[in-house]
């Protein structure tokens, strides 16, 4: 039986994974509208490995959300990685 604070990081991690979804919705919605000029036209290496992770995030975090279904060990370490990047993506933008 997981403890609460395991219960509490996974509905974190689930809430994460929402905000990621989302997040990803959007960028995808904006590449579909401007006709994928933003992917043919981007020749920044930095820019195409940030619209790559804002893609495979999501799905990164689901499939991790599933492996560590039956280890609090696992959990504990998708926690502290998955908000460790979110921090820093926070920071970096400056909204923190």
């Known amino acids: 039986m997981p403890t609460n604070t395991i219960l ?8 994460l994974l929402s905000v990621a979804a989302l997040i990803a ?3 995808l919605m904006l590449v579909v509208v401007s006709g ?4 043919t ?5 930095a820019g195409l490995t940030l619209q ?27 926690f502290a990685f998955s908000w460790s990047v979110v921090s820093a993506a926070l ?3 400056g909204f923190w």
């Open 52 to 78: 790559t992770g804002l893609l495979v995030s999501p799905v990164a975090l689901f499939f991790g959300l599933k492996l560590s279904k039956h280890s609090d060990g696992l959990t504990v370490v998708l």
């Open 25 to 27: 919705s959007f960028w």
């Open 91 to 93: 920071v970096t933008l």
């Open 36 to 39: 994928f000029s933003i992917w």
């Open 41 to 45: 036209t981007e020749s920044n290496v």
């Open 8 to 15: 509490l990081m996974r509905t974190s991690l689930w809430l």
